[in-house]
């Protein structure tokens, strides 16, 4: 995703845009869930993975027919929009036209990205942990069933 946002959104934009990304992610998780807790409500713990499957299926369709990689290769796009991205994103530097080397021994031996890559992880693990035991906290601790998510 981020390699298409270096080619689409123009430099100045790009903060913006990938707050709105991020956001939208996080929305998602928390229209999910519920919707998720009335699905196995009505019909069972597996149609939620079938339900969320099919949405999923259906965002992709939707994807990979309106999102190309490049300005340049999408059919919709005004000239006058394309000019101004390819402009935009020529002038700041960030497209290349060919792969780069990954600097995997500077990387390797880069306390910040090493302090990133644990944060990450730990945070990673804390919330699939929540994420998977709060039903159950819920349940056992407070009395709430998803049952209880309807009203």
């Given amino acids: 995703m981020y390699a298409c946002i270096a080619q689409w959104i123009p430099p100045l934009e790009r903060p913006r845009f990938i707050a709105v990304v991020l956001y939208a992610i996080g929305l998602g998780t928390a229209v999910a869930l519920p919707m998720c807790g009335m ?5 069972g713990w597996p149609t939620a993975f079938y339900v969320t499957g099919i949405c999923s299926l259906l965002w992709c369709v939707l994807w990979f027919s309106i999102i190309y990689s490049t300005p340049a290769q999408h059919p919709r796009i005004s000239r006058e929009e394309l000019q101004y991205i390819e402009n935009a994103v020529r002038s700041s530097g960030t ?5 780069t080397r990954v600097p995997w021994k500077s990387m390797a031996t880069s306390l910040p990205f090493w302090a990133i890559t644990v944060t990450e992880m730990c945070n990673s693990y ?3 942990i929540i994420r998977a035991q709060l039903p159950t906290f819920m349940k056992n601790i407070f009395g709430l069933s998803i049952k209880m998510v309807k009203t």
């Fill in 39 to 43: 699905v196995i409500d009505a019909a």
């Fill in 95 to 99: 497209s290349h036209n060919g792969p």
């Fill in 126 to 128: 804390g919330i699939t």
